[in-house]
């Protein structure tokens, strides 16, 4: 995610939370859905391999809204940001694919954290891509990453069992 007051919304997908949002069990994933445009596609017609990171994107931003820590993290002046992304592509998603991203937040460590998401083709559930996505958390007017102790730790804490 990107430093700094990002707006809600930055991206014009249609994101659907998954229908058992409100049933989910601790350390389920949060899901989103995302149907395949033509703008997505390459040259061949599969998702192109860029685009792959913008739905894992979308997909966080569902996580820490859901979560409710979006404001939290907008008022104390905090950022959610990358430091790595280890990203393995299984098989090609095409147009009109209907894609779940599963995400989920497996580990916190003292400055980082790692968000685990899988995209799945929502008809026929085969593996699409998955990734590791390593996280730290910054401050507008502070170098380097925070520590995720005090409210900062339990509100990432809170995303593990979203």
């Known amino acids: 995610m990107h430093a700094g007051i990002i707006p809600k919304t930055w991206?014009?997908?249609?994101?659907?939370?998954?229908?058992?949002?409100?049933?989910?069990?601790?350390?389920?994933?949060?899901?989103?859905?995302?149907?395949?445009?033509?703008?997505?596609?390459?040259?061949?017609?599969?998702?192109?391999?860029?685009?792959?990171?913008?739905?894992?994107?979308?997909?966080?931003?569902?996580?820490?809204?859901?979560?409710?820590?979006?404001?939290?993290?907008?008022?104390?002046?905090?950022a959610l940001v990358i430091s790595r992304i280890d990203i393995r592509y299984k098989r090609p998603a095409t147009m009109g694919d209907v894609l779940r991203i599963e995400t989920r937040m497996v580990h916190l460590s003292d400055k980082e954290g790692i968000i685990h998401q899988r995209i799945v083709r929502a008809d026929n559930e085969k593996l699409v891509a998955e990734a590791d996505v390593t996280i730290a958390v910054i401050h507008a007017n502070t170098p380097g990453a925070m520590p995720l102790d005090g409210e900062l730790g339990r509100r990432l804490q809170e995303m593990m069992n979203v």
């Open 11 to 78: 991206i014009n997908f249609k994101v659907k939370i998954a229908k058992n949002f409100h049933t989910r069990e601790k350390n389920m994933a949060q899901a989103t859905e995302i149907k395949v445009r033509g703008y997505h596609l390459d040259l061949y017609g599969h998702v192109n391999n860029a685009r792959y990171l913008e739905f894992l994107e979308e997909a966080r931003w569902a996580l820490v809204d859901e979560s409710g820590g979006l404001e939290w993290f907008t008022q104390e002046k905090l």
